[in-house]
């Protein structure tokens, strides 16, 4: 998808999206008021990004092996650290969004596809020490950075893995009874994002979230998140345009909310 397209797709959003007022459902009312808009700032934001604007600093170059759909914007395989913290991470405000979702949901177990260089998987492990973190990165060298970031903060719940998502993912799922949370945030294309969906979606509970990242980033991504919605599984979905969260709890309709972040 070019730029242009996903501009007039985000003013489209911007248009269609609903704030609390448009929400009648009192979970997600809730949910909305109390998780994805709440302001609170925590102490352990203030850690994560400062890891960050290091990151942004560092001239470092270190070889990408690419497993997924790639850089719209480098697409070398030689980056520097500095480079990917830049493009590739999500910035503060979906983390913090991330952190404000466990913090809430409490799940014992994440799984996130997607290391990078650990900023996601650090929000997500911050809110509770006894939540057990397993997180994924194809490119060895990118995971070296991760595991050096985890270090440095001294969290010591997060499991790096340093696998292929499509390697990792049935050895991983044989051995879970089920999974409580997911963020998927690697190699945004239909197929492989669908065959993960697929994959994840046979050991949810009524609690279980999942949180797809770039749910409008290409074509393809966005017939992904169509399809996802449909699966008999879900219940309500809330789409805030960059990322995607997914409900499985039984007592919820079928609804499909658009919501301002
Ligand atoms: C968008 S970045 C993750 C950003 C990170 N979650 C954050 O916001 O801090 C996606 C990462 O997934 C990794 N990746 C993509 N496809 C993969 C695959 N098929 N197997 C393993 N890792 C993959 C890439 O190497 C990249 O580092």
Redesign the pocket.
């Known amino acids: 998808m070019n730029k242009l397209k996903l501009l007039s797709n985000y003013l489209n959003y911007l248009i269609k999206s609903d704030n609390e007022h448009g929400i009648h459902s009192p979970f997600i009312y809730e949910f909305y008021n109390d998780v994805i808009v709440d302001k609170t700032p925590f102490y352990v934001y203030y850690d994560i990004e400062s890891i960050r604007a290091k990151l942004l600093l560092a001239n470092l170059e270190i070889n990408i092996e690419?497993?997924?759909a790639g850089s719209k914007v480098n697409s070398s395989t030689t980056r520097k650290i500095k480079d990917v913290a830049k493009h590739?991470?999500?910035s503060p405000k979906y983390g913090q969004l991330l952190f404000r979702i466990v913090n809430r949901l409490k799940p014992k177990t994440i799984l996130?596809l997607?290391?990078?260089?650990?900023?996601?998987t650090l929000y997500l492990a911050a809110s509770n020490k006894n939540i057990k973190v397993t997180t994924?990165?194809?490119?060895p060298n990118?995971a070296k950075v991760a595991q050096v970031n985890f270090d440095k903060i001294g969290f010591k719940n997060i499991e790096l893995v340093n696998d292929?998502?499509?390697h990792f993912l049935p050895h991983f799922l044989a051995q879970q009874k089920n999974l409580d949370f997911v963020f998927f945030?690697?190699?945004h294309q239909q197929e492989?994002t669908l065959n993960y969906f697929n994959l994840c979606v046979e050991k949810v509970h009524n609690e279980t979230v999942f949180v797809f990242?770039d749910i409008h980033w290409s074509e393809g991504m966005t017939a992904a998140w169509e399809q996802i919605k449909k699966h008999p599984k879900v219940t309500s979905t809330i789409d805030l345009f960059f990322v995607g969260i997914v409900f499985f709890k039984t007592n919820l309709s079928k609804e499909n909310f658009v919501l301002k972040f």
Not at 136 to 139: F, H, I, K, N
Request: charged share 25%; net charge negative; hydrophobic share 20%.
């Open positions: 690419d497993h997924g590739t991470l999500k996130e997607g290391t990078s260089l650990g900023l996601s994924v990165e194809g490119c990118t292929t998502f499509d945030d690697g190699n492989a990242d």
